[in-house]
């Protein structure tokens, strides 16, 4: 994929999955014990709901490294959703999860909330990254 052919709709098929992998992480699946480990109660986020600056940054931290991801795809020749996710979530847990877990163990969190808030990120990017590879722009 050269970098003149990022797929643009394939992006934001990825921002629209991300958005409701996160709704369904941060909810029903381990909603409740991530806001013990950051120290959220239902009645505080509903109180103070995020305002459009947070929506607008979850956004903007979404297609960010989304069109970075398919500018490397294009550089080094990823052709296919397979070989798009792996490199996706070799890059993510390298480059983030890492990084992030160090930090909380720095930081003592718990070692839980680094597998929460990586463990998001990683099958989201990896997702992403068999749309973006698998996905090809005619």
Sequence with gaps: ?????????????CVVILFALGFVWY?????EPWMAMVGLDMATVEANPPGAGAWITNFIASVVPLYALAWLFGKIGVSSGLQGAGYALLIVFCFHHLSVMTGGIFAKQPYALAWITGGYDMVGLTIS???IGAWKKK
């Design 1 to 13: 994929m050269e970098p003149s052919k990022i797929n643009h709709l394939a992006i934001l098929v």
């Design 27 to 31: 909810g029903p699946l381990f909603g």
């Design 129 to 131: 990254g068999f749309i």
